[in-house]
């Protein structure tokens, strides 16, 4: 039985991590025999991993046609983005008490490796910028000895995280590091008031970048369909 888990969580994450890295893209069809031999394991664990991804509305089952990625529901990524932001402002007003030099310096190399990223055409540009951007965002749950919290939120946001890996793609990203370095800034001048205006500007970006994704990918999502 322990095995078996074990192979259906396997299969689940690593679904789930092809599906917000938009390697399966939305509409994209989804067949558990052809999956199970891609990953090397039986069946079973595969379409028991794509009925859990169903429930959290990252696959949808069509009658008479068959299985397939979820299109990006906008609002859910309202929803999700609006659970980020709560627990976000909270974190950072938090660490803004605590912060220490370490946590500055921390801040400071962070851009200035973003900055090198941005500028560059490092075939890994994308994936680091990516991860780049989750580090800065971890470092005030850090900060406040909740890092799992981090975690837990990671693993509750889907279909945002396919919008933040399209604004990749686009080239929309340019503007994060403006965004990170104010709230940076105000968070070193222990200005609390501007550090939550700079927090809310910048997770409400996605709202702009909503119109060009769909523009340039209308079959991505929900309402297309």
């Not at 994936?127 to 799992?148: K, P, T, V």
Request: with cysteine; charged share 25%; hydrophobic share 40%.
């Amino acid at each position: 039985m322990a095995g078996a888990l074990s192979a259906r969580e396997t299969a689940y994450s690593a679904l789930r991590s092809r599906i917000l890295n938009l390697d399966l893209k939305p509409n994209d069809s989804l067949n558990d025999k052809e999956l199970a031999q891609q990953m090397g394991m039986s069946r079973t664990p595969v379409h028991e991993a794509i009925m859990m991804l169903g429930l959290v509305k990252l696959v949808v089952v069509r009658p008479q046609s068959g299985t397939y990625v979820a299109p990006i529901d906008t609002e859910i990524v309202e929803m999700e983005q609006f659970s980020r932001y709560t627990l976000e402002k909270e974190m950072v007003l938090r660490a803004i008490p605590v912060l220490t030099r370490e946590a500055v310096r921390r801040y400071q190399e962070n851009l200035q490796i973003y900055q090198f990223y941005l500028d560059s055409h490092d075939p890994d540009r994308k994936s680091r910028l990516f991860e780049l951007d989750n580090a800065f965002h971890r470092i005030a749950f850090e900060l406040n000895g909740m890092e799992s919290h981090f975690e837990w939120m990671q693993g509750l946001r889907h279909h945002i995280e396919r919008v933040r890996v399209l604004s990749f793609v686009m080239n929309l990203d340019g503007c994060l590091i403006d965004e990170h370095r104010a709230i940076a800034e105000a968070m070193a001048a222990g200005d609390a008031d501007a550090a939550i205006r700079a927090l809310k500007a910048h997770l409400g970006l996605y709202r702009t970048h909503l119109c060009k994704m769909k523009d340039a990918y209308p079959s991505y999502f929900q309402s297309a369909q």
